[in-house]
């Protein structure tokens, strides 16, 4: 009996010193394997950003790092994605940016403050009727609140065929944000918020 107690521990010995061998045995390998996939890994690259179209796949989060937005509202312009501030009213289309020469408001005859989007020009717009792709949609800010476009911006904008969405500039800016993270082509036209006009 005692020989049997003895050999059972002699093999349980055994097997834990025969387990370390192993164990040690295949963090080595493993080693040897890493150290082989380094060597094949050298030169492979692999660009996340570019989807792999044969996949069949690709990331619909992924947006584009380089995608211009409007991420304050400030009383006398906007501050973008980009780090800019631009002061005054602003337009940004395909990406871009634009400070437009629109006059400041301004009282008329009888004394009222009038918006400056209800004066403005149709050659202040000129660059929407060039640009490739032309946007689908222009969003207006009207400052603090709603404001209506001249009769001839209107005209002008009917003509080459741009729709328009009207509303104060921080909703405004909010809608050109989520148009544009959805991969729609929209345009925005704002003053800034401070007008009350």
């Given at each position: 009996m005692r020989r049997g107690a003895g050999s059972a521990w002699a093999i349980r010995h055994n097997s834990s010193d025969n387990n370390?061998?192993?164990?040690?045995?295949?963090?080595?390998?493993?080693?040897?394997?890493?150290?082989?996939?380094?060597?094949?890994?050298?030169?492979?690259?692999?660009?996340?950003?570019?989807?792999?179209?044969?996949?069949?796949?690709?990331?619909?989060?992924?947006?584009?790092?380089?995608?211009?937005?409007?991420?304050?509202?400030?009383?006398?312009?906007?501050?973008?994605?980009?780090?800019?501030?631009?002061?005054?009213?602003?337009?940004?289309?395909?990406?871009?940016a634009f400070s437009l020469k629109i006059p400041p408001p301004q009282p008329d005859s009888s004394g009222r403050v009038r918006n400056p989007l209800t004066l403005l020009d149709p050659d202040a717009l000129a660059v929407l009727s060039v640009v490739v792709p032309k946007p689908e949609l222009l969003v207006v800010g009207g400052g603090a609140g709603i404001a209506q476009l001249s009769r001839r911006a209107r005209e002008y904008l009917t003509s080459i065929g741009l729709n328009v969405e009207l509303a104060n500039s921080k909703n405004a800016s909010s809608t050109y944000n989520t148009l544009s993270e959805e991969g729609r082509n929209a345009a925005l036209l704002a003053i800034p918020a401070g007008v009350c006009a």
């Open positions: 370390n061998i192993n164990k040690n045995a295949r963090r080595g390998h493993l080693r040897d394997v890493a150290e082989d996939r380094r060597h094949k890994d050298d030169g492979f690259k692999y660009d996340m950003k570019e989807p792999l179209l044969d996949a069949g796949f690709a990331n619909m989060f992924q947006t584009d790092a380089a995608m211009l937005s409007v991420v304050e509202n400030l009383a006398t312009g906007f501050r973008l994605s980009n780090d800019h501030t631009v002061y005054g009213p602003l337009l940004i289309v395909n990406n871009e």
